[in-house]
């Protein structure tokens, strides 16, 4: 197993199988920039073999970071990974650094707000999440996103806001 930062030997096979075995997590950034854009987190999901790295970021301030190019359908997009090798992108969350501030993440329950359309607004109450205990960035487990998107798929665009319990 590679040092912690160290780049994967194979950076574009890592990211594939971490996409496959939904070893993924996901940033607010990233959840607001896919609804901006109307990407839905399947579309990456299942894009996986047609990934392609346009750009490298092995020396990133925390993690190897590789900006991936992919088409699934009439859809194209770009997405960049952040790669941890020594925990190969496991749930690992006691060991898990911010990727804003280096700072520790730490499981917590927490209320947050998901965009949905121009102007509906969802908040998601009682969310797993892992949160950073310096900046309180947060990511969300791959597992969690899908059944966010499951539950917020279900909201009528035509509500200002919703309210709904994550019940696990």
């Known amino acids: 197993m590679a040092d912690k930062g160290m780049p994967p030997s194979d ?8 996409v496959r075995n939904h070893r993924v997590y996901w940033t607010y950034h990233v959840n607001m920039r896919l609804k901006d854009r109307f990407i839905r987190r399947e579309t990456i999901m299942e894009a ?14 925390y993690l190897p970071s590789y900006l991936v190019y992919a088409r699934r359908q009439d ?6 990974f952040a790669a941890d090798v020594e925990g190969h992108n496991e749930d690992q969350e006691e060991n898990m650094k911010c990727h804003v501030c280096g700072g520790k993440m730490a ?14 607004i969802v908040i998601v109450k009682e969310l797993p999440v892992l949160q950073c205990e310096r900046c309180s960035e947060y990511m969300l487990d791959d597992h969690v996103m899908a059944r966010v ?4 798929g279900k909201v009528e665009e035509d509500a200002e806001l919703k ?6």
């Not at 073999?49 to 020396?59: G, L, M, N, R, V």
């Not at 499981?107 to 121009?118: A, C, I, N, Q, T």
């Open 11 to 18: 950076p574009l096979e890592f990211i594939r199988e971490c």
């Open 48 to 61: 996986a073999d047609k990934f392609e790295i346009i750009e490298a970021y092995p020396e990133d301030k």
């Open 75 to 80: 859809e194209v997009f770009h997405v960049l």
């Open 107 to 120: 499981p917590v329950l927490s209320d947050l707000p998901f965009k949905l359309g121009r102007k509906t």
């Open 149 to 152: 998107d499951a539950m917020i």
């Open 163 to 168: 309210v709904l319990k994550y019940a696990a």
